[in-house]
């Protein structure tokens, strides 16, 4: 069965709106989840690590306003897409390590389509 | 820096067909190496893996065999199904900076 549950599967909304997207760790309880942009066609690009209890970490020309990232339970990251514009139209995916505590290999939810209108 | 190159797609094939598609690394170090499979409007699913030199991953037909000799990690299947056109990703994972690394992706298309 799925190891990693992502919500909503597709989000449709207009300009300037928050999106909220879910990721629940299934199996396990997940001290560390990543966060995933995939544009069409192309490869992911890991966005963020999320920790729980702590600050995510974010990769290089990620802007940590625009995409908040909460992991307030060892079950459960949050990726908040705030202020929404057409640009960050894209799908965004979300991974659990395998084994508290370790990076890899990773298990990954089914995604996100999020398209702002 | 650490990277992954893989064969440009689409690729495609009629059903029973062999298939490889090429995967390169570059990585100081000993990298664990996946494919990883994403079948339309889905997210990836870990197809196979090889954590050291000479290793065989294999799963559902597939293989790949790390070779560090060559820097490679090269999918095969004998024969292909039309279940499996599906994207496909190599994928590093390096010890230090604990990051996944992917390839650009090759799709595949199996045609009946």
């Known amino acids: 069965g799925a190891v990693v549950s992502q919500h909503p599967s597709r989000v449709i909304c207009k300009s300037g709106t928050s999106v909220k997207i879910e990721c629940r760790s299934l199996d396990f309880q997940a001290t560390t989840m990543f966060w995933y942009r995939q544009f069409p066609k192309q490869s992911l690009m890991l966005m963020a690590t999320s920790n729980e209890g702590s600050k995510a970490t974010y990769e290089q020309g990620v802007e940590k306003d625009k995409f908040l990232i909460n992991h307030a339970s060892l079950t459960l990251s949050t990726l908040t897409v705030t202020s929404a514009h057409p640009e960050d139209s894209s799908f965004y995916i979300c991974?659990?390590?395998?084994?508290?505590?370790?990076?890899?290999?990773?298990?990954f939810g089914d995604g996100t389509r999020l398209s702002i209108l | 820096g650490n990277s992954v190159t893989q064969m440009e797609g689409p690729v495609t094939l009629s059903e029973e067909a062999f298939l490889t598609i090429n995967c390169t690394y570059t990585?100081?170090?000993?990298?664990?190496l996946f494919w990883y499979v994403q079948y339309p409007g889905e997210g990836l699913q870990l197809l196979l893996k090889?954590?050291?030199?000479?290793d065989k991953g294999s799963n559902k037909g597939f293989e790949a065999t790390y070779r560090k000799e060559t820097t490679s990690f090269h999918l095969e299947k004998g024969s292909v199904q039309v279940s499996d056109s599906a994207v496909y990703f190599c994928?590093?994972?390096?010890?230090?900076?604990?990051?996944?690394?992917f390839g650009q992706g090759t799709e595949l298309s199996v045609k009946p």
């Open positions: 090889a954590t050291k030199a000479d």
């Open positions: 991974s659990v390590a395998d084994r508290p505590n370790s990076n890899q290999p990773q298990h």
């Open positions: 990585a100081t170090g000993y990298p664990s």
């Open positions: 994928a590093l994972f390096y010890n230090q900076g604990g990051k996944l690394i």
